[in-house]
């Protein structure tokens, strides 16, 4: 035996365990040995702890395709406990539930730069069907998870079934409405943004507190892994994930409280304030189902796309926040807010909005579905609000903005468009005309925003304004202002929402209940009670 040798074997003998496996990452499943270190690749590793506590996901269903995700996170709350190492993760997706008819397999490298998350674009499925996939790492194996590929390009489809949900504040309830999403098995689910909160309500010290946040407010790449992580680490919103592929786009939460652009909520100098968006959108896209194209430079990430379901729905995913105009008038609610109208304000950008007028114009499918963040419709809140009528930091406060968008779908007459909303924490159906102050102009479309998952609390059945606007905004249709999701389901003949509801989010394992229903006739404007 060597000097060296025998040093090495000394400290291994006086190492403790968790010293031990610390080493042993770096020497994989192999006999330690100091030759047995390889530099570059753990193909066989050990794990302190069950490294898949985070569970597996899906995302943005194609025809053939459809994205896996997991991360590898030991130790989820403290950074996820991995080496600075490569690692090998091997994946699988079968025809069934118990892994029997293997449709596809492969190896993928977790690495330390992307927090040992990995992202497999399973290409070569059929369309239109269920299949199931998992992963495994070392000789650990991930839960199974469930997904669907879209129907194939140009079919006819008979009944596409989609989740809208959002707004899933930990420290403000229980994940219910995911844990009644995860059992409904949709075809896909639509994340509206705010997935995480990236501050404490109160400080944690409020009695709405109903659990708390992992840590103060984040700033720092690692700050934000360890949020996903907690977020990802409830068991009703790893089911939800498991459940069916997910859409994801984000909102303001996600990096900081009303951000528009380059511009957080306390004016920071544009210069830090992108460190801080460059470390959230790199932990965004580290903790979800997304395609490798959609992978950040910096401060900057693409997450606008089109997502085409046979001849049934074209939907298009739209980010409202990275490329805004700051909002007008101290972004707050403002009436005679002159600023708000200028014409070269966007919530957009010029790139963004260039993109979904082109993609409207050529739409073919039966429903052009708008999938985004903020309401677009306008509120008349004169009674109930006269000093703060409008909402700088939705449409609202962007008109020229959404006139160039309602304009546009009239003019490309795309087919029965309905758009998606979230953020206001608040049901609301609505019908989307040129002219909100005038109830004979016509209707250009329907929006469906759905409530939070938790945040706000329980809520009640409406807002306290809401017998004071009802009588002046005929065009909103349905209203709640209780927690939950909306279960959509398209058909060629028409679309329904179900807006679900719980009573109570403050306890875990509420019932849901369907608070209302809007029908959507296609080739009819507007919608109707179900």
């Not at 597996?56 to 269903?61: E, H, I, Y």
């Not at 070569?124 to 129907?151: C, D, I, M, N």
Request: charged share 20%; with cysteine; net charge neutral.
């Amino acid at each position: 035996m060597t000097d060296g040798v025998r040093f090495y074997d000394r400290a291994l003998r006086s190492m403790s365990r968790r010293q031990l496996l610390n080493v042993a990452w770096k020497l994989g499943a192999a006999t330690i040995a100091p030759l047995a270190v390889p530099r570059t690749l753990l193909a066989q590793p050990l794990f302190r702890d069950y490294p898949f506590p985070l569970g597996v996901a899906s995302g943005d269903p194609w025809p053939e395709s459809v994205v896996l995700w997991t991360r590898l996170a030991p130790e989820p709350l403290d950074g996820g406990g991995m080496p600075t190492a490569n690692v090998e993760v091997g994946w699988e997706v079968a025809r069934d539930r118990a892994f029997r008819d293997i449709a596809l397999k492969g190896t993928v490298i977790a690495r330390p730069e992307l927090g040992h998350a990995v992202h497999v674009e399973a290409q070569g499925l059929q369309p239109g069907r269920e299949y199931w996939y998992r992963f495994h790492a070392g000789s650990e194996v991930s839960p199974a998870g469930r997904t669907k590929t879209a129907p194939a390009a140009g079919s006819a489809v008979d009944r596409l079934r989609f989740a809208v949900c959002g707004c899933n504040h930990f420290e403000a309830g229980f994940f219910t409405a995911f844990r009644r999403i995860a059992a409904a098995q949709f075809d896909f689910v639509f994340h509206t943004g705010d997935y995480i909160y990236e501050g404490r309500a109160d400080g944690g010290r409020s009695a709405a507190v109903v659990r708390q946040h992992h840590g103060q407010e984040i700033y720092t790449v690692v700050d934000y892994r360890n949020r996903y992580a907690q977020y990802k680490s409830d068991p009703d919103l790893h089911a939800a994930h498991a459940s069916a592929p997910f859409v994801m786009t984000w909102d303001d939460h996600e990096v900081d409280n009303d951000y528009a652009g380059d511009t957080d909520e306390n004016d920071t100098p544009a210069e830090v304030f992108l460190l801080r968006r460059a470390a959230a959108y790199q932990a965004y896209y580290e903790s979800m189902p997304l395609r490798h194209s959609t992978m950040p430079t910096g401060p900057a990430m693409r997450l606008y796309r089109p997502l085409r379901f046979g001849t049934l729905v074209d939907f298009s995913v739209l980010d409202t926040r990275q490329y805004r105009s700051n909002q007008a008038c101290s972004g707050l609610s403002a009436t005679g807010c002159t600023a708000a109208l200028d014409a070269s304000r966007t919530i957009l950008g010029g790139e963004q909005e260039r993109w979904l007028f082109d993609w409207l114009g050529r739409a073919s499918a039966t429903w052009t579905v708008i999938g985004q963040q903020v309401p677009t419709f306008a509120r008349n809140m004169i009674r109930a609000a006269p000093q703060g009528q409008y909402a700088m930091d939705k449409w609202d406060g962007y008109p020229a903005a959404r006139e160039r968008l309602y304009k546009r779908l009239s003019e490309t007459k795309a087919a029965n468009p309905i758009v998606l909303s979230g953020d206001v924490h608040l049901h609301y159906g609505a019908d989307l005309k040129l002219d909100f102050v005038n109830a004979a102009s016509p209707t250009v479309g329907v929006e469906f925003t759905n409530t939070s998952a938790t945040s706000g609390g329980d809520g009640a059945e409406v807002a306290a304004t809401w017998e004071q606007v009802r009588p002046d905004n005929p065009h909103i249709k349905y209203h709640s202002a209780r927690r939950g999701y909306i279960d959509c389901t398209a058909t060629p003949s028409l679309m329904r929402a179900d807006f679900k509801i719980l009573d109570r989010v403050t306890t875990p394992d509420a019932p849901e209940r369907t608070g209302g229903t809007l029908v959507v006739e296609a080739g009819q404007p507007g919608s109707m009670p179900g």
